[in-house]
Structure formats: structure tokens, C-alpha cells
């Protein structure tokens, strides 16, 4: 159950990553970034409201709770921020795949500190999903987004680690805490911490100058990554889930924007991409049997 969650999980990741990248083309990242965050917030404000209505402000009230709560929010936003500007700046087909090194990460942190332990054929999964991560650095290079010179390319990074400690944050909270209040909790902090953070932002000289423009892609991003996350945080509520097979068969989400990068804007190197395309869809496949 919890694997086909991840899969719906990663479907509804893919669709979001195309709207993004729809609703950034030319247009102001926080602006859009914000609007995400209160759509995501509304999406989420029934529960919100219920547990204030019962008397339970959720997590039955518990000030520790709300404080691991508000952690996750700054980690997700600061993986968001340094995500969008990467995504606006970049092709989609790179971007996508920069995120695959995330189970990597994950599965050394779910070893170190939640013991988990792999099979042959998911060891097996994980290596050609490394082995695909530096297949499309090389092609990435190719396009002009090298590691020394492109500070997009180090922002997609930045982006992909804080999601990989976001990820096992996550495996810790919902040992113990119920995954649809930690979502809900964490959208309404997310949208304090991001009005905070664009008021500070727009003071310095590091805010994006770009005019924005009002797309109805914007309130699709935050619709399908509620959608994203809900599968997501049910799935590691489950007994026997595993947070390294769940985040590798979430960045399944890159098949689905890939093919919109390669056939609705026509991004270069689609040939060598594909060929890195086929050994994620092998790694992933390997991982799903394996897990079985």
C-alpha cells in the first residue's frame, strides 16, 4: 500500500514540477512562491480550524510539538526558495533530474539513523540511480550549467539537500505525530515564515526584479502538491515503509516533467537525456520489486 502511495506521491510531484515551471517562466519567484504557500495554507485550514474548534490546537496542545512542527516549515521553504530560483533559470530536464540525487542523500541519512537496511535489488536500484545522477551532471555540462561557473546549478543542489533532510525529518515526525495535522500545522507556518522572509527579502538586494504576472498555473502548484504530500506523509504513517524507497520512487516525479521539457519546450540534448531517463525508470523499477 505504502509503495503505490509513493507512486501517486511522484505522479502528482511531476505535474507540479510542470506547472511551476509554467508559472516562473518570466515572473517574480516570491511572488509566486508566496501564493503557493497561502493556497497551500487554504487547501489545509479545515484542519487547522477543526483542531482550534475542539480545543486541541493540535498535537492535543503540545508546544514541542508545534516548535518540530515550525522546524520542518523553514527547512521546506529554504529548499523551496533555492528550488524555484533554479527551476525558473533552467531547463526542466536538468532540474528534474538534479532532484533524483535526493534518495541518495536520504538513504545514507535513513542508514545512519534509522537502521534501515537494503536488499540486494534495491542496493542494486540506488546505484544505477547514482549512475543516472552523473550520466545528466555531464550533459548538464554540455548545456553550460557546470558546477564552477552557474550558481543555478549550486541553488538546484541546495535545493535537493535541505528536501533529502526534509525527508527524514519527516520519517521522525510521523512516528509520532499524526500526518495529516503536520501537514496542515506546517502550510500555516510555512506562510508566516514566507510572508517574514519575502519582507526581508524585498530590502535587500538579493530580491528577484522580475514584474509579476498572474497565471492560473499558480494555484495548480499548490493543488497538486497538497495532493503530493497527502499520499506522501500516509505512505510513512504506515507500518514497514521505508523512507529511502518512498524518496527514490517520489523522484519518479522527473518521467513525468521530462517529457514535458523534451515536447512542450523543446530542450536541447534530449537524446542523451533520455538514455539517463531509461536507467532512473530501471532503478526505480528495481526498487519497487525489490520492496514487494
Partial sequence: MWITLAIISSVSLGIYDIFKKMSLRGNNVLTVLFLNTLIGALLMSPVVIGNIADGSWGFGGNAASHLMILLKSAIVLSSWIMGYFAIKHMP???TGSINATRPILVLVGA???FGERLNALQWAGITLGFTSLVFISLVGRKEGFSVRSNKWIWLAFGATLMGAVSGLYDKYLLRSLPALEVQAWYSLYQLCIMGITIALLKR???ADASPFVW????PCIALFL???DLAYFYALSLDGSMISVVS???RGSVIVS???GAFALHEKNIGLKLVDLGILLIALVLLVVASQ
Fill in 92 to 94: 526542466l530536464t536538468i
Fill in 111 to 113: 542508514m545512519l539513523i
Fill in 204 to 206: 535587500s538586494r538579493h
Fill in 215 to 218: 497565471r492560473w498555473s499558480i
Fill in 226 to 228: 497538497t495532493l503530493a
Fill in 248 to 250: 527514490m520512487i517520489r
Fill in 258 to 260: 521530462f517529457f514535458y
